[in-house]
Structures are given as C-alpha cells and as structure tokens.
C-alpha cells in the first residue's frame, strides 16, 4: 500500500496558508485515498525549534496542532489514518543522524529557505535550521512515502530529499526507500496545475508565514473571525484599479482571487470570470473577508469540540503504528550501513 504523508510544524500557530496549501489537499486525498493509501499527517513537533519559540507554549501547541488535523476532516476512525508526533518515533531523529552523512556539504548548503531564513534569524542561525531538511527526508523516507502534499515553498526539500534516497539507493545497489514522486507528479497527484503559494497580505510578492512577527501579513487559524476579516480588508493591493489575475503584477488582488476560490470550493477560473474587470477592489475584499469569517467560524467550532482526551487516543494509536513502521526501515538502513546484523 503507498503511503501519503505531511506535516505542519507547531512553532507558530498555523495560517491560513498552512490551511489552504498543506492541510486541504491531504484531507482531499484522504477522502479519495483512505482505502487504497496510508494516510500519515504528523507533527513535525522536533522542527519547530530550529527557529527561536517560546518553548513553555510547544506543548499546548502540539496538541493544538493534532485538533487541527482532525477538525479539518481527517477521519480517525479509518484504520488507514494516522496521527503521530514525531519527537514520539525516535526513529526519525536517528535515520537524520544517517542520512546527514550521505548528504554532501554543498548540495545542503544551497537550500533557498536556510538563507532566507538565515538571514530573518542572523543571531539566531543553528546548526538545526541548517539540518531540518535532513530530518525532513527521514520523516519522509521512514514510511517509503511517495506522494507529499506541500506548498510550493518545500519543494526544493523534496528534491534534496529525492536526491538522497537515489543516492543511498544506489550506493548500496537495493531499493532501500521508495522515491517520492517529483515535483510535476505531485502536483499532478493533487490535482492541482501547481504548488500553491498563498502571499502574505502586507508584502503580497512574499509567500503567507506563520513565523512573520507582523500579525497583519498573516491569517492564523486561531484569530477572532471578525479581526481576520479587518485584516483581509486592510490587505495590501496595488494601484491599477481593475481587478486582474496577475501573480506578477497583482499579487495582493490575485492572492484574494485565489484564497475565495480555495474557502468557496470554486474553480479559480469561474472565481476570476466574476470578478476580472472589475474596478471595486473593496467588494472584492468584502466578499473575501466574509468567507474568510465564515471559515474560521466554522474550523474554531469543530477545533472546540475535539477533546484532549481523544488526541490522547488518536497519537496512543498513530504512534504505535508510526513506531512499528519507521523501526522496520530503520533496522533494514543500519544492516545497510554496518552496524547491525
Ligand atoms: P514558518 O514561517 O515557520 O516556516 P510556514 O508557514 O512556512 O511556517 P511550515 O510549517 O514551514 O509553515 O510548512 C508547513 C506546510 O505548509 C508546508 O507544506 C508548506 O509548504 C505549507 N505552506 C507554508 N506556507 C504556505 C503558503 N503561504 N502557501 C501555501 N502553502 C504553504
Ligand atoms: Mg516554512
């Protein structure tokens, strides 16, 4: 059975960004694939300090986190669905160790988002932040994952993650992990034309982060709907006065275009027929700001009624099973190495 994985890390709380470009198409593809595919959506919960956090807040974030998961309509119940910490599976923490050493320096070191990153952090650049990656191709290669739901911003960690497991493939000449599919095929997979990009609402030509310190550039998951909608209201366009979509030219208008396709579940063609010539901009942004409301309305809801208890048995589930898989492909990757019989 191929499995599907991803997951979001609990450093921030998570944007609508997060929502619309990791968690929505793998709930779409576990309702199409629950019965034929492993449905893994973790918590890259040992990720989330490679930037600086408030540590006395990540637990509650965690647990935060796996109501998300679930209020967003993973179903728990389906054998084929597992939730899982990953600082709960040593194995992930152990296969990096390994993996760490078949990755060269310089193809590390060419990673876009450690620069970026770096350079928002510059007190702050650890020898994790540079590494993450790594951890990143164990969390996906433990469970021979082949299909990666991501935004568009992880894709170039996906190829290094492909690059490596071809690389330890072939230099022990057996098939010891599958090969995620490249960038096309999971774009193809997610039936989507390709990776999403949701932009920040103050500074449009940069993508939406949940880490941005600036409250206003981001919608997060948790926010009152009521302030998400002033936010959205305030979000940064342009001055060319018609409604266009134009990522290039137009970020902020083609952002709003996209986002009010994704929440109404509209095709984003039919969205821009409605709107594309258009001179109010303000309506566009009332009518986005109403659907954002709504959704967050809505999601905070279904988040209220999920109780710790039942994340406790959720993760007491996915954890052993998560245990039992990654352990398996770890013990087969040290015979590999030599260190074990
Ligand atoms: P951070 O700023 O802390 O890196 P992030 O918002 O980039 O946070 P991640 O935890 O790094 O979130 O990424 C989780 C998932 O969300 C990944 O699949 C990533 O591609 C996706 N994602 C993040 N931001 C966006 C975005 N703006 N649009 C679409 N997908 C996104
Ligand atoms: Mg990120």
């Avoid at 930037?51 to 637990?59: A, G, R």
């Avoid at 998400?228 to 137009?250: H, L, P």
């Avoid at 589930?317 to 990757?333: F, H, I």
Wanted: charged share 25%; proline share 4%.
């Amino acid at each position: 059975m191929q499995t599907i994985l991803t997951g979001v890390r609990v450093n921030e709380e998570p944007t609508l960004g997060n929502f619309l470009g990791a968690y929505t198409p793998m709930i779409n593809l576990a309702h199409e694939h629950a019965n034929d595919s492993n449905i893994n959506m973790f918590i890259p919960d040992l990720h989330s300090f490679t930037t600086p956090i408030d540590h006395s807040k990540l637990y509650d974030q965690i647990i935060k986190g796996v109501k998300y998961y679930i209020a967003a309509g993973l179903d728990v119940e389906s054998p084929n669905i597992h939730i899982y910490r990953q600082s709960h599976v040593p194995a992930h923490a152990e296969l990096a160790w390994i993996l760490d050493c078949f990755t060269p320096y310089g193809e590390a070191s060419r990673m876009t988002q450690f620069k970026e990153k770096g350079a928002e952090h510059p007190d702050a650049v650890t020898v994790g932040l540079f590494n993450y990656p790594i951890l990143m191709a164990a969390d996906i290669l433990l469970y021979d994952a082949k299909y990666i739901p991501l935004g568009e911003d992880q894709f170039q960690h996906l190829e290094l993650t492909r690059n490596i497991a071809i690389r330890m493939n072939n230099k022990f000449d057996a098939p010891i992990f599958t090969i995620p599919a490249s960038e096309a095929e999971q774009v193809k997979f997610m039936h989507l034309e390709k990776g999403l990009r949701i932009r920040s609402l103050t500074e449009p030509q940069k993508k939406m982060s949940k880490s941005s310190e600036n409250e206003r550039s981001k919608i997060s998951l948790s926010d009152e709907p009521k302030h998400a909608a002033k936010k959205i209201m305030s979000a940064t366009t342009d001055s060319e006065g018609v409604i266009r979509f134009d990522m290039v030219n137009q970020p902020g208008i083609s952002n709003l275009l996209q986002i009010e396709s994704l929440l109404s579940h509209r095709e984003l063609q039919d969205v821009i027929s409605d709107w594309a010539g258009q001179t109010s901009y303000g309506d566009l942004k009332r009518k986005v700001a109403e659907s954002v409301e709504h959704f967050l309305a809505d999601f905070q809801e279904k988040v209220s009624k999920i109780s710790d208890k039942q994340v406790e048995q959720v993760l007491t589930k996915g954890e052993l099973y998560a245990n039992e898989v990654a352990n398996q492909k770890l013990y087969e990757v040290q015979r590999y190495v030599g260190v074990r019989k």
